[in-house]
């Protein structure tokens, strides 16, 4: 009698941890807007290499409001996440760079003294976004009235990155 009563009480509270984590999940996915925040024009993402061999390469992406009446914050692209920032020469104009590091391999010491090995580099761990995007669509961030809110862009296009001499 006393272990069927404990294993019901157990079953209860492994029931009621499950139905609490699911719970849990919907409020940390990032719910999508239905309406635009502002009217966009052109969004297109460039790539670009450093011109140094074994150099940092990576990719631009350009967004383009007509009016200012919506401060964009960041972009999901292809896996990451990065700010926006505001075109110096144009205002309407929102640049989220994503910097790919160097290819350039550099030295590991693997040593059976663990003290041999400081100064070795930890691998970055790439993070998850929360939103499932193909590789042309991207999702930007702004606040309205101190609220994060989520719009997601589909049809980006691709341009040729300009060749600037170094």
């Not at 670009?48 to 007509?66: C, D, L, R, Y």
């Amino acid at each position: 009698m006393i272990a069927m009563r404990i294993v019901k009480q157990i079953l209860g509270l492994v029931m009621l941890t499950c139905i609490m984590a699911s719970f849990s999940q919907c409020s940390s996915t990032k719910k999508l807007q239905k309406e635009a925040p502002t009217t966009f024009g052109e969004v297109y993402f460039e790539q670009w290499v450093s011109g140094m061999a074994q150099g940092p390469s990576g990719t631009n992406i350009f967004i383009e409001i007509k009016q200012d009446n919506v401060q964009l914050d960041s972009v999901y692209f292809r896996g990451k996440v990065t700010k926006l920032d505001i075109d110096k020469s144009n205002k309407l104009l929102y640049v989220g760079q994503f910097i790919s590091k160097s290819t350039e391999i550099k030295d590991v010491i693997i040593h059976k003294d663990v003290s041999k090995e400081y100064g070795n580099q930890a691998p970055e761990i790439p993070s998850k976004i929360p939103f499932e995007l193909s590789p042309f669509e991207c999702v930007i961030t702004y606040k309205i009235k101190g609220k994060t809110k989520y719009f997601k862009l589909s049809d980006i296009k691709e341009k040729e990155s300009k060749d600037i001499p170094m």
